[in-house]
């Protein structure tokens, strides 16, 4: 209460607190186990020691924990004294030790009022249970554990989901234990993960550096770490083009005066950057009718001969497929029918169905394009525009929100 404006100006509940003292005294090993190294400190001359947590998952799993088999006081000569057990604090004066997240008392440590009990969590040797009730079950990831623990379940209280702020705390805290964790193997695993480079003699000539006192070591994140290093010329490259896109729509008013642009960049699973645009035009280029989209977007093949470098953009940038029975195994297919509605239906104009969606003209003109043994035509293409098409040649495609 001391903390908190002391015992008579405190805006805690006395008897509350009493009531917490209480219950974790008597039911957390935990607790018992400082409480005990408190009394000791408070006892006066005593020399230093050190409280060890022993990770032993599984020895008393089905049991409520004790101070025996979480821990004891040992004295040491001082803080420089080997140790090889996972959970260490210090006593005064001593260096912070590193607290292992790994361990099956790291939660409890850090929320007792969460978990009031001291009951183990995560381990690296946590299992299932096997269906068949023989043989030994798989390993659970600490991402599945967690994922378990923080799914709400009826007829059950769950004392975390109560603790308001702490609950958010904890929920933060069991991301970073699973990002660090990840890290973890990434270190752990670098020869797997990078075995091209595992001698550093490449990067080390790349650097320049001729000198072998130069050549250090890296820990390389691979491109599925989120957060990781990617392509660093692919994404330089990319964010000048996104500005030389984005300066040549204001410019040169590709769908006439722009009034405002809003961009996000998104990356593929593979690392790969593409960016999503809205544009806001101008009133005084509102559109009247579904057929003034023509001038502006196009969902068909230019003919080979009269507009032979259009032809050649839009069939290699601008098609989609192959889908359908074509290629059941298109990542567009993964749920049945192609999930970007390919292919499309003719249509002789441009208008808006009974939904407000925007169904783009795609005449018959018998253009297509060969993709191994299938037939692309018009009801493939993705609606592009021409000049933006020309001027970056890349993969654009436009769309009427309206």
């Known amino acids: 209460m001391h903390h908190f404006g002391g015992l008579d100006e405190s805006t805690l509940n006395l008897e509350i607190v009493e009531g917490l003292i209480h219950v974790l005294d008597e039911h957390n090993g935990l607790a018992r186990l400082f409480r005990t190294a408190c009394d000791r400190c408070n006892a006066g001359d005593i020399p230093s020691f050190k409280i060890r947590l022993y990770n032993m998952g599984g020895v008393r799993g089905y049991e409520l924990p004790t101070a025996d088999i979480l821990g004891a006081i040992v004295f040491e000569n001082g803080p420089r004294s080997c140790t090889d057990f996972d959970v ?26 969460l978990f009031i009990f001291g009951q183990p969590g995560y381990y690296p040797e946590l299992t299932l249970k096997p269906r068949d009730g023989r043989g030994k079950g798989k390993k659970v990831t600490m991402n599945a554990y967690y ?115 809003l961009y996000t960049i998104e990356f593929q699973k593979r690392g790969l950057p593409h960016c999503h645009t809205l544009l806001w035009i101008e009133s005084r280029n509102t559109l009247k009718d579904a057929t ?31 889908c359908g029975a074509a290629n059941l195994d298109a990542s567009c297919m993964q749920n049945g029918p192609c999930n970007k509605h390919f292919p499309k239906q003719y249509n002789e104009q441009t208008y808006f169905d009974s939904n407000g969606h925007t169904q783009y003209r795609r005449r018959d003109t018998g253009i297509h394009v060969m993709k191994g043994e299938s037939r692309l035509d018009n009801y493939n293409v993705v609606p592009y525009k021409r000049a933006l098409c020309l001027a970056f040649e890349a993969h654009i495609n436009v769309e009427y929100c309206g």
Do not use: W
């Open 88 to 113: 260490i604090i210090e006593f005064r004066g001593g260096p912070p030790q590193r607290i292992k997240k790994l361990h099956q008392s790291y939660m409890s440590l850090q929320f007792p009022l």
């Open 147 to 261: 994922k378990y623990q923080l799914h709400p379940r009826r007829k059950e209280f769950g004392l975390i989901f109560k603790g308001g702020r702490l609950f958010q705390q904890y929920v933060v805290t069991v991301f970073c234990a699973s990002e660090q964790s990840r890290l973890d193997f990434i270190r752990k695993n670098q020869n797997d993960l990078r075995s091209d480079f595992l001698s550093r003699l490449y990067d080390a000539v790349s650097r320049g550096d001729h000198e072998g006192i130069a050549t250090g070591s890296k820990i390389m994140l691979p491109n599925t770490f989120t957060g990781g290093p990617r392509a660093d010329i692919v994404c330089r490259v990319f964010e000048q083009k996104v500005k030389d896109f984005l300066r040549f729509l204001k410019e040169v008013k590709t769908f006439g005066y722009v009034s405002a642009v």
């Open 292 to 322: 003034q989209i023509d001038e502006y977007i196009s969902a068909e093949i230019p003919d080979h001969v009269q507009d032979p470098r259009g032809y050649k953009l839009v069939t290699e940038l601008m098609m989609h497929g192959l």
